[in-house]
């Protein structure tokens, strides 16, 4: 199956300070997401983005498809931004839209 | 924020005894999913379901079944629970297969002791 892989795997950041996390994935992709578990567990929706650039506020994504990778950036850190973010994709070859998650980036942004 | 709600939301089950998660969506979404969630593992495609009625295994379907009865339930039980099924339980509804962003439930945590 599809292999994902993110990095860096922990990130400790000051209050402030700007980021990029990185999402390899090995094969041809209908669908990739970057979700934010929150310290509560609870898995939010940031980005749906099987390729190109968007942006929601502080937050903004690059899928390069033709190069299998995507970038989440983090500009203007908050304490509220702590959490795992994970990125997730449904490989062409799945017929039933299985999303393959990678292991995520730990974010600790401190005061 | 996709409606989708999870029950229970916490529960702790002794070992050997049946239990059922329920999923409850209102966005009338086609395709709904359970996940589980471990440290070590990520997130995990147990059971899928692309209509009602339709459903089919995922990845780690073992000691798990499924029941679609209404586009909005999607019924997750553990037959006899063990131990190794403690885990985070997180539902999904995707409007299309594949192409479309999943959303996910809160979650339920169970504990097997």
């Known amino acids: 199956g599809i292999q994902v892989e993110q990095s860096p795997p922990d990130l400790i950041l000051q209050e402030g300070a700007n980021s990029t996390l990185r999402c390899n994935f090995s094969?041809?992709?209908?669908?990739l997401q970057w979700f934010h578990q929150n310290p509560w567990g609870q898995l939010i929706n940031l980005f749906y983005i099987p390729s190109g650039t968007k942006q929601n506020g502080r937050l903004s994504a690059t899928t390069v498809a033709t190069e299998r990778y995507s970038l989440l950036y983090i500009s203007s850190s908050q304490t509220t931004d702590s959490g795992v973010y994970f990125c997730a994709v449904v490989g062409t070859t799945d017929s039933w839209g299985k999303l393959q998650f990678g292991a995520g980036t730990q974010v600790v942004v401190t005061p | 924020d996709a409606g989708i709600t999870q029950s229970p939301r916490h529960k702790v089950t002794e070992t050997g005894t049946p239990v059922t998660l329920r999923c409850h969506q209102t966005?009338?979404?086609?395709?709904m999913y359970w996940y589980r969630q471990d440290p070590g593992h990520g997130l995990r495609l147990i059971h899928y379901s692309y209509g009602v009625k339709d459903t089919d295994k995922g990845e780690v379907s073992d000691g798990y079944s499924v029941s679609r009865s209404k586009t909005e339930d999607f019924l997750l039980t553990l037959e006899s629970a063990t131990s190794s099924q403690t885990s985070v339980y997180f539902c999904?509804?995707?409007?299309?297969?594949?192409?479309?962003?999943?959303?996910f439930g809160p979650g339920t945590r169970l504990l097997v002791l």
């Open positions: 094969d041809s992709v209908n669908n």
């Open positions: 999904a509804i995707s409007e299309a297969t594949g192409k479309e962003t999943q959303y």
């Open positions: 966005e009338n979404h086609r395709y």
